[in-house]
């Protein structure tokens, strides 16, 4: 990334993205960087600082050392600090380029920044991450997640990627993403292509071979309990090669804002404390290597009964 004198247009240009850094801090002074100049003399707002755009439950802002705080929306999170998720919460970051990461429950990730081509770096350290990258024609990476197997190279897509046990997973629900293992004992690996509906295991040994996802499973009906604290059923589909199922809802289509997410080996999700609204629910099955699938959502307004008919 070479230093230039940024124009007018480019300055119009990356506004919005440095309004929001400007106003986003809650507590404290975020750090603004100019925008730049890529290599395709393309205009392009700096990618950190990023921001906490949605907070559902309880999470903490981890500082350069290490140190936790309560976290809100609006804060900053720069480079070489993190967030951490409760087993109850949901954080969404935006990222200044436009990218985004959503975090669920017991997640930590940090963010780092790739001087040269100012490429961020999402490391993820426990639990799962989800990202939607804005597309770019470009012959480097605009986009990397880190895990303790290897990388996640993408330029431009949605993906989840998760650490669990002694493998990482990635599931890619739409462009491409390019995984490498670099050992410390052995030259890098030439990078693996995994592609829209793929899913990939990879571990420090072993073939990287990725494999289809399994299709989205079916809303086939939904129904509710009355009293107090009503309780809100959906009902699936069995779904052929599904070990488990996974239902989020949200208030938003994007799943910025998800307030809650169930687990059911069944094909059956129920859901509590939900108020009257309109939401959008988002299904999908894990296949026999715990590969989650494809995504099927659903727009539902809900309204939980509270008293019994008489």
């Not at 940024?6 to 440095?18: D, G, I, K, T, Y």
């Not at 069944?266 to 026999?288: C, I, N, W």
Request: charged share 20%.
């Amino acid at each position: 990334m070479s230093t230039m004198i940024l124009s007018p247009n480019c300055l119009r240009r990356a506004l919005p993205s440095l309004l929001i850094m400007a106003v986003g801090s809650v507590g404290a002074a975020a750090k603004v960087r100019s925008p730049y100049i890529d290599d395709n003399l393309l205009c392009r707002a700096q990618p950190l600082p990023a921001v906490v755009l949605h907070l559902t439950g309880d999470a903490w802002k981890l500082d350069s050392k290490g140190k936790a705080s309560p976290l809100l929306e609006g804060m900053t999170i720069d480079e070489q600090e993190g967030v951490k998720t409760s087993a109850t919460a949901f954080v969404s970051l935006l990222l200044g380029d436009g990218s985004r990461v959503v975090l669920p429950a017991s997640s930590q990730v940090r963010l780092h920044l790739e001087k040269k081509l100012s490429i961020p770096q999402v490391v993820l350290e426990q639990g799962q991450a989800e990202a939607y990258v804005i597309k770019r024609a470009s012959d480097h990476d605009r986009f990397q997640i880190v895990t303790p197997v290897g990388v996640l190279g993408v330029r431009g897509t949605h993906f989840r990627v998760r650490n669990d046990a002694q493998q990482s997973v990635l599931e890619v629900l739409d462009g491409q993403v390019a995984v490498k293992r670099e050992m410390k004992s052995k030259p890098v690996e030439n990078e693996v292509k995994v592609g829209a509906r793929q899913g990939l295991l990879f571990k420090t040994q072993g073939e990287l071979k990725p494999v289809e996802l399994l299709a989205a499973p079916k809303l086939v009906g939904q129904d509710g309990q009355k009293g107090d604290a009503p309780v809100w059923s959906l009902y699936l589909r069995p779904l052929p090669g599904a070990q488990r199922y996974r239902a989020q809802v949200a208030t938003d289509k994007a799943f910025m804002n998800i307030k809650q997410e169930n687990f059911s080996s069944v094909p059956k999700m129920s859901f509590t404390g939900l108020k009257a609204s309109f939401y959008h629910v988002r299904l999908s099955a894990y296949d026999e290597n715990g590969l989650e699938g494809e995504t099927g959502v659903y727009d539902i307004f809900y309204y939980p009964p509270t008293t019994q008919a008489h």
